[in-house]
């Protein structure tokens, strides 16, 4: 059987921690910064946990566990 091969794209985007949690950066982060006030800005910076609901999606293209 032939393994399966990690998706290039989600191995850029995502980190699974130790705990078996999806880490990825906010969206909207990147541009029309202007009009964003600066403490959601600030937050932007801290990544966040994915939901149980996409996490597996995330982990399937990762090739990590269940």
Known sequence: MP???THSGAKKRFKVTASGKV???HSHSSH???KKSPKRK???ANPVIL???DAPRV???LGVGK
């Open 51 to 53: 939901s149980d609901h």
């Open 42 to 44: 600030r937050s932007f």
């Open 32 to 34: 029309i910064l202007e």
């Open 23 to 25: 880490k990825a950066r």
């Open 3 to 5: 393994k399966q091969k």
């Open 59 to 61: 982990k399937k293209l």
